[in-house]
DNA sequence: GTGAAAGCGCTAACAA
DNA sequence: TTGTTAGCGCTTTCAC
């Protein structure tokens, strides 16, 4: 059997409406009768039900969060964000995750949703994020983080893909690189177009083409082969641009597995900023997403609007940041020794 | 307003039981009649509420998870695999993260307690996981994962620990290792313990003493900077075996930082198994946990006490694999040629 | 300051 | 097969 207020009453000798005003510290009560309330409660090892509170109008105190991915640490990090702040506002979070499939996302949403939450927050799985037509039917406040599709009018909290990618390019062209491989995990993704677009953008401004983009998925495998194939195919840039993690570990993957050192025969860049990517030799020039933030203003809009904000939707961009290490260098630039052009460049190893 | 049972009752002329028994599938509602309350949920855009549902008694669908840190990649891949168990069985997944303090994981047990779940996944943030008593009494089945306390008694799983470090020091001996450096996290967890005893016991078969061992922490940034002190006191193991993916990364810094290449210098073995262990230059030999294997096996256990079943408690370990990869070679071996003994570090062969 | 009682959305027992 | 009704644990008027 459960305890429940009714016993906790009974055994304080009080009603029940006393003990809720207790453990809810709304209606003043007195001390002593609180006292032995608090007592009767520890005794019997009650807590409180919260889908019982919710149930009875009292405002819900859960948020749902919707990701297309839990294996990937920055859907993760964005969520260690989002828990330390929701559970600083007595919320609790309850989380799914769509593996990137539209119908998987509709589904989690509909049985997130059936919790009545007070909010939700979601990275959709595509740029169509055609079930956001259910969060907004049922009214229910909610903020889109990452992936925000380009036709999308509501709250919503990105990074500046545009100005990231613009970092990462003016970076290797003031180095000297003309001809970079951008490695995109796929286009159909509004925000990965969008860091294309910086970087385009940068290229244009020296007068120079746009450099070529690969799609190498969303995945660490699919990257590695997709990268691999590239250089199979004879592609010699100077330098490699990642837009996601898994790209930046393609890369990696496939030059190691050619042989070609870095920066000494190309450089790198490589997207999101983990601690592993200080510790490997070169430690390497990345893309900082300032993911802890990023969480923070998710919620904050968030909670506004569980508050009742009547403010008109807001789009806001977070600045990322160049970290610049070492897997960056002038093309031929100094690094480049006779040991590591010891000439077997070109054939893959093992 | 939000739509209720009601609602879609009144609009589709039937009563609430009927509507009830629609969605739930219980007794059989005619065919007709099925069709037109589910017709009328979806011109109201009705969806159910589960914490109602809950409340009157019927069986919940939630499973709470419990873990000390959601930016350990170890976590979150434990709570993607359970996340797929939990849903394929129709649960949702409420987590929290304790953050390594006893206090805040007896809070957030709780919070989450509170939902009144059908079930508990915990990994606690140290040995003593006082709150278990928590769980305990409110006689819901939970399962221990990961650090079990060496007195627990309920149900739990984790990795084979002892043979993790087995398996790890018979590949460095094997290879001509005498004098390692193990890095702990913690000799207060118990399964960090298990994993020396383990390593002890490979050296002792051999009449070696147990190598030493240095506790650098739980996180990345204190590893590193322990590792550096090792290193500055003039330590010159052979080889460096990490016992948790944090030590793991601040020996790669550490070793980095003082110019020491792997393996020429120094081999070497990791723990866990990251994609980024084998993007790096050398990859990393490291042992592998089998978490998603974790999270299953976890599952299966909390189903079944979910179940109702009888069965005495029962403590699983899951053996770990040795990846073997490029970062250990014999001590002074082959791999140590004359253009790797100039100091840059981690330019190995491939 | 406290108690009594209504009712949140739903399910389960029972009656029809 | 369908409708009616009594609660689940809690909060919230509204008397007292």
Redesign the interface.
Known sequence: M?ISIKEVAALAGVSTGTVSNVFNGKASVDRKLAGRVREAARVL?Y??????A??RGRPAR?VAALVP???N?FF??L??SL??CV?ERGF??????S?GSPREERE?L???????PAGLIVVPCDDEFESRALPA??RVPFVVVDRVPGNFRGDAVSVDNADAGRLAAEHLTGLGHGEILVAASTLGLQNIRERCDGIAQVFGGLGLPAPPVIEVGLS?EQATERIGTFLAGGGHPTAFLALTT?A???I??AL?EW?R?IPGDVSVVGFDD???M??????LTSIRQPVEAIGREAWERLRARIEGSGQPPSRIRLQCDLMERASTAPPNGPRRMP??AGGTAGEP?G
């Open positions: 459960t090892g807590e409180p039900n919260r889908a019982a919710q149930l859960v991915d839990l294996n640490p993760t990090n969520l260690a828990e330390a559970r609790d979070l309850i989380v799914a995750s593996n989690r509909g049985a997130l949703l059936a919790w009545q039917r049922r660490f898994f930046t570990l393609g990696l993957t190691r042989n050192s983990y601690s592993w200080q510790a490997v030799s070169p430690p040991a590591d190893a």
